[in-house]
């Protein structure tokens, strides 16, 4: 497996709730975080929560905080995100991605390591 592997998208109706898993190679997954990003239709990707390895710092934007939640199991190299209270304008792909360097901001695409990105799951989500 050379790019970490995304799943767990899918057509969903607004409130409910989905859990995304991303199984990435350990080159990857032993970056100092690990983050997922998403890419709405026709806009640019965007950042939507990041995990510190030891997975006791989480990151969110303000779009998603108090209803998503990023975990990992170090173990099995697999990063999660748990989707509660979903809104169409969640719509999107969900990407999971390794972060160069340690979150001291929001964290943008610039800041990924490019190798990283996965081919992402698709999230719908229905009125």
């Known amino acids: 497996q050379a790019q970490p592997v995304e799943s767990g998208g899918g057509l969903v109706q607004a409130e409910g709730s989905l859990r995304l898993s991303c199984v990435a190679p350990?080159?990857?997954?032993?970056?100092?975080?690990m983050a997922w990003f998403r890419q709405p239709p026709g806009k640019e990707r965007e950042f939507v929560a990041a995990?510190?390895?030891?997975?006791?710092?989480?990151y969110y934007s303000d779009s998603v905080k108090g209803r998503f939640a990023i975990s990992r199991d170090n173990a099995k190299n697999t990063l999660y995100l748990q989707m509660n209270n979903l809104k169409p304008e969640d719509t999107a792909v969900y990407y999971c991605?390794?972060?160069?360097?340690?979150?001291?901001?929001?964290?943008?695409?610039?800041?990924?390591?490019?190798?990283?990105w996965g081919q992402g799951t698709q999230v719908t989500v229905s009125q």
């Open positions: 350990g080159r990857f997954f032993n970056a100092v975080a």
């Open positions: 995990i510190h390895w030891s997975a006791t710092k989480t």
């Open positions: 991605a390794a972060l160069r360097g340690p979150v001291l901001r929001v964290p943008s695409v610039q800041d990924v390591d490019q190798d990283s």
